[in-house]
């Protein structure tokens, strides 16, 4: 079993920055990706970017590549988000998720509010 803790949230004003963190616990040697998510109110979640823990491989929705980023501490068994250049249309709940044993998302976290203002 894999616990994830996600941190970082809080209210930005338009063009701003925020890190949000995911720590893991548990069986985090079985984790075989992480991901960001997001769901706005009214609105289906989506996947904002994800990392395969062992090659580092990230991948982004279209509507945050060249703002987000991505990474991952395997020391600290923790996944970051860096956002920048932050719109309202970024606020949203926003869920770190892991895949564990395989390559489907099956734990997730509690989720982590963030609100830009324009």
């Known amino acids: 079993e894999v616990q994830l803790v996600e941190s970082g949230g809080g209210s930005v004003q338009a063009g701003g920055s925020l890190r949000l963190s995911c720590a893991a616990s548990?069986?985090?040697?079985?984790?075989?990706?992480m991901g960001w998510f997001r769901q706005a109110p009214g609105k289906e979640r989506e996947g904002v970017a994800d990392?395969?823990?062992?090659?580092?491989?990230?991948n982004y929705a279209d509507s945050v590549k060249d703002r987000f980023t991505i990474s991952q501490d395997n020391a600290k068994n923790t996944v970051y988000l860096q956002m920048n250049s932050l719109n309202a249309e970024d606020t949203a709940m926003y869920y770190c998720?892991?895949?564990?044993?395989?390559?489907?998302?099956?734990?997730w976290g509690q989720g982590t509010q963030v609100t830009v203002s324009s």
């Open positions: 998720a892991a895949c564990v044993g395989g390559y489907e998302y099956n734990s």
């Open positions: 548990g069986w985090t040697a079985s984790i075989k990706c």
């Open positions: 990392i395969y823990t062992g090659s580092g491989s990230t």
